[in-house]
């Protein structure tokens, strides 16, 4: 009976391992951990000096709006995306951007694009000021995985943003929500897809197996 024990308990194992999120500050090191991505940079949506949304065109503004198989929400207030030099505060920007008014966290829904998505990231900031506290929050499939404080860099006036990411061993991911305590949420180049790091839950399974084993046969 003894060679049904292994098996069985990887398969219990397997079973309760928990996805394990890896938060990165550089853009490099994040990218250097995907096997595919898709970037979206905003751009092309409004003219450079206009604001708006995908749906209606410029200056018709709704709380929630798809761009490019991926929806973006905030629960009040306006949600939008601004050229380079739009009239919204803080402009210019180095390139377009989406952003919210009045304090409202932006949330960034995956599942709309797809599943197994493993990986996501991208610049977000303050449009209005510097140094701006705020959170972000990532979620898969199984619920809440992980929740950083950040402080945003203004991403207007051509000051450079602050990168922030996310890859996870094993799940997948489903959203991200963004909010700072200043009222100006921004976000630019999002990127989300899959990577190509060995997950260290299947490195710990296989460990955990070979002792398992080990524990069997001494018994035996």
Known sequence: MNRFLVPAALAFLSFNAAAVPTFYTDLTSFQNQL????TIDFEGIVADN???TVEGG?????PS????GVTFSVNAGTLGVSGKDGPVDGSPYDSALLFSNNG??????LTSAGTGFTSIGGFFGDINSSGSL???????SSGLLDVQNIIAADMGLGTPSNFFGWTVDTGDVTKVVFDLSQPWEGIDNLVYGTTTVPEPSIVWLLGSGLALIGFVRRRA
């Not at 096997?35 to 898709?38: A, E, G, L, Q």
């Not at 409202?104 to 829904?109: C, G, L, Y």
């Open 35 to 38: 096997s595919s991505s898709t």
């Open 134 to 140: 705020g959170t972000l929050s990532l979620f898969g």
């Open 104 to 109: 409202n966290a932006i949330t960034v829904d």
């Open 65 to 68: 709006t798809v761009i490019d």
């Open 50 to 52: 206009q604001y708006g």
């Open 58 to 62: 410029a200056f018709d503004l709704r």
